[in-house]
C-alpha cells in the first residue's frame, strides 16, 4: 500500500528528471547556438579572403573545371593543334614549421608542393603523360608515359593520382639523357608549361581547399541555425 510519504517522493523525483532534462535540453540550445554564431564568423572571415584570392588564381589561357563535390582540379589549355591537360588535387597550405617537418621526413631539399599529372595531346592517337610535382613555384617532373588518346577522359576521372599513375605506363626521367631532357623541358615550355605554371597550380589548389572548407561551414551553418 502506497503512504503519502512514497506518493511524494516519488512525485519530487519525477519533478527533479522533468527539471534535470530541461536543464540538458536548455544546454544543448545555448551550445548549438554558440557554434552557428563561431561557424558563422569564420564563414565571413573566410569569405573575404576568398574575395581577396580568387582574382590572383587566374591565368591567360587556361580554363580551369573544379566542384565543390570533388578536391580534383582539372586545367586546360590549347597551343595550335596540341591540347595540355593538367590535374591536381586542392590542398591545404601548410605553415613554415611544419613543410621542414616534411622536408626532414620525405629526405628532400624540395619543399611540399602539389602532385600533379600532366597530358600532352597533340590530337592523334597518342598523347604523352607526365606525373610530377611543384615546389615553391617551381616544376619538377618526376616520370612519362603514353595513354590512347581515347582513355584520356577515362585517366582524369580517376580518384586519385595513384590511380591515374596505374593507367598510364610510366618511366622515371631520371633514366632519360639530359640532352633529351633539356628538349622535353623547352617542348613543355612552349605549351606554357612552366614556373608561372606551378605557381598557379599552388595557388589553385590551395584556393580549391579554401571553397571546399567555406562549403563545409556553410552546411554546418545552415544544419545548426
Given at each position: 500500500m502506497k503512504t503519502l510519504h512514497s506518493i511524494a517522493k516519488r512525485a519530487v523525483l519525477r519533478g527533479t528528471r522533468a527539471g534535470f532534462s530541461m536543464q540538458k535540453v536548455s544546454s544543448?540550445?545555448?551550445a548549438e547556438r554558440s557554434l552557428a554564431e563561431v561557424i558563422g564568423s569564420e564563414y565571413s572571415e573566410h569569405l573575404e579572403e576568398l574575395r581577396?584570392?580568387?582574382p590572383i588564381a587566374k591565368m591567360p589561357n587556361w580554363l580551369c573545371e573544379s566542384n565543390l563535390k570533388s578536391t580534383k582540379v582539372v586545367l586546360y589549355s590549347k597551343e595550335q593543334n596540341t591540347r595540355v591537360i593538367v590535374v591536381f588535387n586542392a590542398k591545404t597550405a601548410q605553415p613554415?614549421?611544419?613543410?621542414?617537418?616534411?622536408?626532414?621526413?620525405?629526405?628532400?631539399?624540395l619543399e611540399p608542393g602539389v602532385e600533379f599529372l600532366l597530358i600532352v595531346d597533340p590530337l592523334k592517337t597518342q598523347s604523352v603523360v607526365f606525373t610530377?610535382?611543384?615546389?615553391?613555384?617551381d616544376m619538377a617532373l618526376e616520370s612519362t608515359g603514353f595513354?590512347?588518346?581515347?582513355n584520356i577522359q577515362?585517366?582524369?576521372n580517376q580518384p586519385?593520382?595513384?590511380?591515374?599513375?596505374?593507367?598510364?605506363?610510366?618511366?622515371?626521367?631520371?633514366t632519360i639523357s639530359d640532352a633529351t631532357m633539356k628538349h622535353f623541358e623547352n617542348y613543355l615550355s612552349n605549351l606554357g608549361v612552366d614556373h608561372r605554371l606551378?605557381?598557379?597550380?599552388?595557388?589553385?589548389?590551395?584556393?580549391?581547399?579554401?571553397?571546399?572548407?567555406?562549403n563545409w561551414l556553410k552546411n554546418l551553418y545552415i544544419a545548426l541555425d
Open positions: 544543448l540550445k545555448a581577396e584570392r580568387e613554415m614549421g611544419v613543410r621542414e617537418e616534411l622536408m626532414l621526413e620525405s629526405g628532400s631539399n610530377g610535382r611543384t615546389s615553391g613555384g595513354i590512347l588518346s581515347k577515362r585517366l582524369i586519385s593520382l595513384v590511380h591515374r599513375r596505374s593507367i598510364c605506363c610510366s618511366s622515371p626521367l631520371q606551378a605557381t598557379f597550380i599552388e595557388e589553385k589548389s590551395q584556393l580549391h581547399e579554401l571553397n571546399l572548407y567555406q
